[in-house]
């Protein structure tokens, strides 16, 4: 039995893990790849009687900030990063010379690259341990597969896919097979293309299952480390150099301010934007105009970060107070900063004064009927089209419909269809934005389509 514990923290919405490790003899404690809203390590160390000593990152995420600078501030922890991240705060440069003691057990740091060129991994000794008795492999090692290479620019995507096979197959592979792994990245993190909803593997388990683990060359190796990754999300372009300088200090979750309805109103005429955070159906049935309709649970770490430009000044409106902090939390752990405040009174205090907009929307027999009428947009990722669609529908993924020309005619309705409703209304509140007025939302998705048994293709 070792004298230390993990207690892993999973967000599924960003698909990652961050990790206390804490010895119940010397009650110290280490944080890995913390998000940036810290309460909850913290509340959990505090439980457990922890004094956090080093909160450790195993790269520059491009995913999400950093939340290692909000735990030193708090705690006065020691901040390790890989010495070839070359960051730009005090912290304590990691190598592969480097050991952290906590007493009743060590952290040895490996060099991992792939993918990204500074990636460390963190090996657990124990005091009386030849073996490493647990591995927290970032994104170096995932259940199913690996980080992927092509984040930082396409000049680097192969050269890194080729440090990829080398970490894999000359230095993990060498671990023993019953070393327990702890990946950063998993489902639900567009980082990977996971191929399993396990969060935690071992070496032998790779080993045997793993198809960028399997004996192959290098060339093999990189054309399947290649293969088959979707698009992502457009935020991740600032979280390396924000990860790298430092991100801003909060001091926890932002306690956002009210404004009414008139407030909002010059807010707007100032170039404020408005996320609106309610359930999809609440949106359509209206909601002030020119709002990016988004719910909480989307979740916003994807699609705002994908919809939304970077650095926009945001104003959030949400129908509960547990949505609303909900969606400051994911804001702010994608540097979405610049919260301005809320719609008090929700959206009933805007009608009383102002006109809403709202969103037509048609069922699947009646889609069914008008196909000849609409232009039918699939706002699904591509492999959610390859694998089935509505004859004569055009595919646009809808992480695009912010930024790309658009092919749509301005004369014809748009029917905005996606797997069940929640995408294609986000999709529809952008495409309002700019300039398509006559657009429908296909209610229940391609879902509801199946469930009647209609055709796809």
């Known amino acids: 039995m070792p004298d230390y514990f993990i207690e892993p923290f999973v967000d599924s919405g960003l698909g990652n893990s961050a990790y206390l490790i804490g010895s119940h003899e010397t009650k110290k404690g280490i944080l890995i790849d913390p998000l940036r809203d810290v309460d909850r390590y913290l509340s959990a160390a505090s439980e457990l009687g922890l004094t956090l000593i080093h909160v450790l990152d195993t790269h520059l995420h491009a995913d999400f900030v950093s939340g290692n600078r909000e735990i030193a501030h708090k705690t006065g922890a020691v901040i390790g990063a890989s010495a070839e991240a070359k960051v730009g705060f005090d912290h304590q440069p990691l190598t592969e010379d ?32 030849k073996a490493p008795s647990a591995f927290f492999s970032g994104g170096a090692l995932i259940v199913g597969g690996a980080a992927r290479t092509d984040l930082l620019t396409p000049e680097l995507t192969q050269p890194l896919a080729r440090h990829l096979y080398h970490t894999i197959h000359e230095k993990l592979l060498k671990l023993p097979d019953e070393l327990e792994v ?30 960028l683990a399997q004996p192959q060359s290098e060339e093999e190796f990189v054309k399947r480390a290649l293969a088959g990754l979707p698009s992502y999300p457009t935020y991740y372009k600032y979280m390396r150099e924000i990860n790298q300088r430092g991100a801003k200090i909060l001091g926890g979750v932002p306690a956002l301010k009210p404004f009414s309805a008139s407030e909002v109103k010059a807010m707007l005429d100032d170039g404020v934007v408005v996320l609106d955070v309610r359930h999809n159906k609440a949106f359509g049935e209206g909601h002030i ?139 529809i509140s952008v495409l309002r ?25």
């Open 289 to 427: 105009p020119n709002s990016y309709g988004i719910r909480h649970d989307a979740p916003l770490t994807t699609w705002a970060g994908w919809l939304i430009p970077f650095r926009s000044r945001i104003l959030l409106v949400a129908d509960e107070p547990d949505h609303r902090l909900s969606a400051t939390r994911q804001l702010i752990r994608i540097g979405y900063d610049d919260l301005v405040g809320y719609l008090d009174g929700e959206i009933e205090a805007w009608a009383r004064e102002f006109p809403v907009e709202t969103v037509q929307s048609m069922d699947a027999k009646e889609l069914r009927e008008r196909l000849n009428e609409v232009v039918l947009v699939d706002v699904r990722q591509k492999l959610e089209w390859d694998a089935g669609h509505i004859s004569g529908a055009i595919h646009f993924e809808g992480g695009r419909v912010a930024w790309d020309e658009l092919p749509f005619p301005h004369d014809k309705p748009l029917a905005i269809q996606c797997a069940s409703g929640n995408r294609s209304m986000s999709a």
């Open 98 to 129: 480097s050991v952290i003691d906590l007493g009743a057990f060590q952290i040895r740091v490996m060099s991992t690259p792939g993918h990204t060129p500074e990636h460390i991994s963190f090996l657990i000794f124990e005091p009386d341990g």
């Open 433 to 457: 934005r700019r300039g398509y007025r006559n657009v429908i939302q296909v209610e229940g998705g391609i879902n509801k389509w199946k469930m009647h048994g209609f055709e796809t293709v």
């Open 182 to 211: 702890f990946p950063t990245h998993g489902a639900g993190s567009f980082c990977v293309a996971p191929a399993s909803l396990d969060r935690t593997t071992t070496i032998g388990r790779e080993r045997r299952t793993n198809h």
